[in-house]
Nanobody, 122 residues
């Protein structure tokens, strides 16, 4: 079994910063891509940022230049540094990962954290 646990959310004023973390644990052989999604009330879950196990990154247009995704492979952790936060960034942020649990098994992207709330408001 694999667990993903997010942390670091909270209430912040517009223009402020937060750093989210997501730690993976359990039956893990290889972690491939890791992603951050967000879901605002009444809206669909959207991809925010991606980082491959080689360190390549990709961002949604709405967060380019403000958010930075990174990972620490030794700690099995992915981070999302969020700067210059805007009220429209308010959402629950979820971590997702593509993980191969054991040798000779297929990687799967079925692993999700429970989410961490980010609220941007004055």
């Amino acid at each position: 079994q694999v667990q993903l646990v997010e942390s670091g959310g909270g209430l912040v004023q517009p223009g402020g910063s937060l750093r989210l973390s997501c730690a993976a644990s359990g039956s893990i052989f290889i972690i491939y891509a890791m992603h951050w999604y967000h879901q605002a009330p009444g809206k669909q879950r959207e991809l925010v940022a991606t980082i491959t196990n080689g360190g390549n990154t990709n961002y949604a247009d709405s967060v380019k230049g403000r958010f930075t995704i990174s990972r620490d492979n030794a700690k099995k952790t992915v981070y999302l540094q969020m700067n210059n936060l805007k009220p429209e960034d308010t959402a629950v942020y979820y971590c997702n990962a593509v993980i191969q649990s054991r040798p000779n098994t297929r990687p799967t992207s079925d692993f999700w954290g429970r989410g961490t709330q980010v609220t941007v408001s004055s």
